[in-house]
């Protein structure tokens, strides 16, 4: 019987037509609770299915039988609280008007096939459109909500290849990083894996083709994913398609006067002409419109007119309308290089106070410049984006990135102050940021970096290219704390490779050593152990010259490692004899350093010496701190991610085996 009336109740919430946030505002009921009505999970009282009857225009007197019997029907015990699920859908848009067949066809397509793709020109719709069908979807999929914006043909962002938008999938699901493999293959084979035993709706935004979304597609289950995408995906087999075009003009005028909050005297028809009939462009005309309430739509056209505005003008004349503040704001925000921004990178881009750009940031979405699809989170469509970086100066750019630069810098010195790094990165921040988000937590400040990472990424990748040396070498180094916790030792050789010129630009002996030997244990850590060498040697003479007998101690550490894999166990001790030597000003790099010079004279037979090399540093460890150890590589806490001390390389010689005499 529940089943039954959670059944009526969701076909009054088709009959209103209106989202589940939009609904739970009307009855005076939070979302969730709703969402559990209408799944069944839970009884709702009284008051509130009358409520649903009266938005849905219907008598609530024949489910009150209906609504007696299951509140009086006997209980089942409560099963165990389900893991709380993902729900990263954007904002349902506010107007939402037209597009009533396209969204008829999406709506029923989610009850007969798992994949539907929207396609169409850039700003037609596809994600309003789909995002409002999945609001309306959410009840009927409790199993997860989620959404990932692919950047197939966003201005200035490489797109999300299929293997880092499989990571952030799995992700979302709560799959811990660990549990994540590295192909592409595996990872698809554990997506289609995960969501065969949920009932989840999948939101991929911004395809660039079918390539591009392939290994995102469900297998068997019950899960339901929605592709838009400015191309056709013909290539995919199965795929319910859903092509838009631009609105007709009688829904176009529909829009237009919805989003303008109502009728004005003149031709709206001048203005949907210049509009294209797009949508977005639909909606920036008509919220200048609303916020000057003395205006007629002959002055709107006559705004339009200037200049013989065609759709992209439309953008233009709403900048006209922005004081000096926030259009500097706006055309800033255009050469931002990932996906979004908070206030703090916001304030840091503008170099201004973070009051100030919180309160530039609303005025921008009020006017439908800017979007905030999550709390504090801000973002620009695509077109608006367009506009955004033809309007910024060309002077603006490099001090702008310059500042977001240094601002992801402080970040990750926060974050480094958290975890042990043998080896010192000799970081510096030019210009420190107007304000910092509180990392003083281990939890908030990692929090931080992965909800950061891909804008870290993408301003590594545009300070290379506009050769903003000091940010390019900060962020190469410090992506070693991310991608030792992450495993992705590929892409941190990468980084450390092209930001190499600009170490050498920046002339700094210990930034350089860093970088080298920071370069030199990731070849160590895939097997180039030949170029490995080389990057060690050249850090150790650099570390040398400065007199860092820490760092030029644990560099000679890495570089025996090289010759006791390679069985050159002579070398080896020789370099550990001279790293031995040194006397560094640490305990535990003393420690480690004769630890590794017992062990390598036991593989050579010297038994004497190697014992008595151990005892020493069996009784010096006995006397280090819990601390210490970690530094040591005994860490078991699993909060200090060092590359100091890399592990056997992935495909390294078989080492010799040690004497038994």
């Not at 209980?75 to 165990?80: E, I, V």
Request: aromatic share 4%; with cysteine.
């Amino acid at each position: 019987m529940r089943e039954e009336l959670a059944g009526r109740l969701r076909q009054l919430r088709d009959l209103t037509g209106r989202s589940l946030r939009e609904l739970a505002r009307d009855v005076h009921v939070s979302s969730s609770s709703l969402s559990r009505y209408f799944a069944g999970q839970a009884v709702p009282p009284w008051p509130t299915v009358v409520a649903l009857c009266k938005a849905a225009g219907r008598d609530p007197r024949p489910l009150r039988e209906l609504w007696e019997r299951v509140k009086d029907g006997p209980q089942t015990s409560a099963a165990p609280a389900a893991p709380p699920v993902r729900n990263d859908l954007p904002h349902d848009i506010s107007a939402f008007t037209g597009r009533r067949a396209e969204l008829d066809v999406l709506l029923s397509a989610a009850r007969s096939t798992s994949v539907v793709a929207i396609d169409g020109m850039g700003g037609v719709g596809k994600s309003a459109l789909a995002v409002h069908a999945a609001h309306r979807l959410t009840a009927g999929f409790p199993g997860g909500q989620l959404y990932l914006d692919l950047h197939g043909f966003t201005p200035g962002r490489k797109r999300v290849e299929p293997a880092e938008a499989l990571r952030v999938l799995l992700a979302a699901l709560g799959l811990p990083p660990g549990r994540i493999p590295d192909g592409v293959a595996e990872r698809a084979a554990l997506w289609r894996s995960e969501l065969a035993t949920r009932r989840a709706i999948v939101l991929l935004d911004n395809a660039a083709d079918a390539d591009h979304v392939r290994d995102l597609l469900p297998g068997a289950g019950q899960s339901f994913v929605v592709i838009t995408s400015r191309r056709r995906m013909v290539e995919l087999d199965g795929v319910r398609p859903i092509s838009l075009d631009v609105l007709p003009t009688e829904e176009a005028a529909e829009l237009f006067v919805e989003s303008a909050g109502g009728a004005r005297p003149g031709d709206v028809g001048e203005v949907l002409r210049r509009c294209g009939n797009l949508p977005l462009a639909i909606r920036v005309a008509a919220a200048r419109l609303r916020h000057r309430p003395a205006w007629t739509l002959d002055t709107l056209v006559e705004r339009m007119r200037e200049g013989e505005l065609a759709v992209s003008d439309v953008f233009e004349m709403s900048l006209r309308q922005l004081d000096p503040a926030q259009r500097r704001m706006f055309g800033l925000l255009g050469l931002v290089p990932g996906d979004d921004v908070d206030a703090y990178a916001a304030a840091a881009l503008a170099g201004i106070p973070l009051a100030n750009a919180r309160s530039l940031l609303e005025d921008l979405v009020d006017v439908h410049l800017v979007q905030e699809p999550a709390a504090g989170r801000y973002r620009m469509h695509d077109l608006l984006r367009q506009a955004a970086r033809a309007d910024a100066t060309a002077a603006d750019r490099v001090p702008a990135i310059a500042r977001l630069g240094d601002y992801y810098l402080s970040g990750m010195l926060a974050v480094k102050e958290l975890v042990e790094i043998l080896i010192p990165l000799p970081v510096t921040v030019a210009q420190p940021p107007p304000a910092l988000p509180d990392l003083s937590g281990f939890d908030t400040a990692v929090a931080w970096m992965d909800a950061e990472w891909v804008n870290l990424v993408a301003a590594f990748s545009l300070a290379v290219e506009l050769r903003i040396d000091a940010t390019a070498v900060g962020l190469g180094q410090f992506a070693s704390i991310s991608h030792a916790r992450r495993g992705g030792t590929a892409q941190l050789r990468r980084w450390l490779e092209i930001s190499m010129p600009a170490a050498e630009r920046l002339g700094e002996r210990r930034v350089l050593a860093s970088h080298r030997y920071l370069l030199g244990a990731v070849l160590m850590r895939v097997g180039h152990l030949q170029e490995a060498a080389a990057e060690l040697e050249a850090a150790r003479v650099l570390m040398a010259a400065e007199g860092d007998l820490v760092a030029e101690a644990i560099t000679l550490l890495q570089l025996a490692e090289i010759r006791l894999y390679t069985c050159e166990t002579e070398g080896a001790v020789e370099l550990l004899q001279q790293a031995a030597a040194l006397r560094p000003p640490s305990e535990a790099v003393r420690v480690r350093v004769r630890a590794g010079l017992g062990l390598a004279m036991l593989q050579l037979g010297q038994l004497g010496e190697a014992r008595e090399v151990v005892s020493e540093v069996i009784e010096t460890a006995r006397g280090l701190d819990r601390q210490t150890e970690r530094m040591c590589g005994t860490c078991s806490a699993g909060r200090h991610w060092a590359w100091a001390m890399p592990g056997p390389p992935s495909t390294s010689p078989s080492r010799p085996s040690r004497s038994t005499g």
